[in-house]
């Protein structure tokens, strides 16, 4: 039998540990997302301080900060900004409360394991200032005593919704959203994120001082009218290896017309629309940019007609969709799909990128820069 719609999202998580599979060892696109993004963040930090006064210590959360060195990268960025900007005014160095959150089924400890290497690489003082902990729950509820932290950064995770929609029984030839689907099938998923959207917005709210930042990076798409083109393209193609298993038996068909993804990419206006409507922000900024998903491979020459570079790179999609997708999967399905699924991934996208003028497999990331009222 396969697991309720609440239990699904329960395992929401990134493949842990530091294996083959595993997201710390494949989120080299997050990774190449954040250095990019990394200036708006610096940027709101140095904000921030001014306007609340530099005060004596800082408390900063990284929400939905999931597991490995990209965590670390984060936190420490953020840390790094507010002690040279202390520094600058010739002020003393304040102390610095760290939060890393996630969900319970989190791999905090991969992470937790790389904190006193980077703790020992830092000057004493800052060594003696930093203090990271963990806070395992949804961040769709509160978290954080009232008016506590100063700035808040998430990424990659806003586009995880904390249920699946309500109306998708008639979804059944997809994980998604894709052409054909009946008009409730969009309806049902932009609900479900206006309403998460929103709750996040109202908790945050609670829990930030007056003048805080918050910087929101996270997959969206460019208008609310190309739904057929500019989805996550990754549940495309998981959609269509799902289906082939079940038409080989592999799976059933029931599991899988079952099986809908908790993800929504907005477009720019749907998230306006939200914090508009909630009030409790100010939009300093939206920066949007395009990313390629990084399934090249690093070879000085690519031969069009070496199908074993083709196969090579999708591979290393394969492993990447895995990364994210694998505890969903093996809650639903099991574990014996995974093996068959990524399988057909990696042909699948070798396959493609064989084809000559391919489109590129791209991204649009929303980089949101947001102030407490």
């Not at 009946?182 to 917005?201: A, G």
């Not at 007056?210 to 609310?224: D, E, I, P």
Request: aromatic share 12%; hydrophobic share 35%; charged share 25%.
């Amino acid at each position: 039998m396969s697991p309720s719609r609440d239990s699904l999202v329960d395992a929401l998580s990134m493949k842990g540990g530091t294996g083959e599979h595993s997201y710390a060892t494949n989120s080299h696109y997050q990774r190449s997302v954040f250095y990019k993004i990394q200036h708006v963040m610096t940027k709101n930090v140095r904000e921030m301080l001014e306007k609340i006064g530099f005060p004596d210590f800082i408390k900063v959360t990284d929400l939905g900060c999931s597991t490995g060195q990209n965590t670390v990268l984060a936190m420490s960025a953020i840390a790094n900004t507010i002690m040279d900007s202390y520094q600058q005014m010739g002020k003393t160095p304040p102390e610095i409360y760290c939060y890393l959150n996630d969900l319970p089924e989190n791999d905090f400890n991969t992470t937790f394991k790389l904190v006193p290497s980077f703790l020992k690489k830092q000057k004493t003082e800052f060594k003696e200032r930093c203090f990271v902990s963990g806070v395992p729950g949804s961040f769709y509820s509160r978290l954080f005593p009232r008016k506590s932290l100063h700035f808040v950064h998430s990424a990659f995770s806003i586009h995880w919704l904390s249920k699946i929609p309500d109306g998708l029984e008639g979804n059944t030839k997809s994980i998604h959203i894709k052409h054909p689907y009946t008009p409730n099938v969009y309806k049902s998923y932009l609900n479900q994120f206006k309403n998460d959207f929103s709750v996040f917005l109202k908790m945050r709210s609670e829990e930030i001082v007056h003048n805080g930042h918050m910087v929101l990076t996270f997959v969206g798409r460019k208008a609310s009218n190309t739904l057929s083109n500019d989805c996550f393209q990754v549940w495309s193609l998981l959609s269509d290896c799902l289906r082939d298993l079940a038409s080989e038996g592999f799976v059933k068909q029931s599991e899988m017309e079952s099986f809908n993804m908790p993800f929504y990419n907005p477009s720019e206006q749907e998230v306006r629309d939200v914090i508009f409507k909630e009030g409790s922000f100010e939009i300093k900024k939206i920066d949007k940019f395009d990313h390629i998903v990084p399934y090249k491979i690093d070879l000085e020459e690519e031969n069009d007609e070496d199908q074993s570079f083709h196969m090579e790179a999708g591979i290393k999609h394969a492993r990447w969709a895995r990364c994210i997708t694998e505890p969903l999967l093996v809650a639903h399905f099991g574990d014996a799909v995974l093996e068959p699924v990524f399988n057909k991934y990696a042909h699948y996208m070798a396959k493609y990128l064989s084809v000559p003028n391919h489109r590129p497999n791209m991204t649009l990331v929303f980089v949101i820069s947001l102030i407490r009222k």
